[in-house]
């Protein structure tokens, strides 16, 4: 009962963190410093990100480390898990930059400051980096849990 769990609430996680980054990058695109409801709208996508990783960490390693499913072994020889280990790297590196700029953000409003949109387009970017590799995960996934390219 518990590896259905885990697993659903790794698979719930994809939902959530997709939905999320996706429209946290809408909002982005109409983000100024005088709209404070699409601030709300940026930072409340954050949120959501954040409780997807959250999940995405935590049934990750429960799976893993609890060998809920299969063996550890399974996962440490698959090269595909280690490719989705990489992408998900890759996600958790390029997110130092609007993570920092968010919790600016939301300092400045909790101090009724604007915010700083000057980063904007920068923040656009990694969000639309971030939402390409988000969608290339399951299909590394499936691959991984179907056990294909496996080392020697």
Known sequence: MLAA??????????GVGLGAVFVRGRALRVVSPSDARAIRAVLLADNFWGVAA????????AR???????GIDFYLYNRFFWVK???FAL???LEITPMAAFIRWR????????IDARRVP?????????TVLVLLIPFVAA???????LTA
């Open 143 to 149: 691959a991984m849990a179907r056990g294909l390219w």
């Open 107 to 114: 300092v400045a409003l909790k101090q009724g400051r604007p």
């Open 122 to 130: 920068l923040l656009i970017r990694i969000n639309d980096a971030e």
């Open 91 to 93: 996600v958790l590196v």
């Open 85 to 87: 280990m990489g992408l």
């Open 54 to 61: 959250f999940l995405w960490v935590g049934s990750g390693l």
């Open 5 to 14: 769990l885990m697993s659903g609430l790794h698979v719930l996680a994809l």
């Open 64 to 70: 893993l480390l609890g060998q809920l499913d299969k």
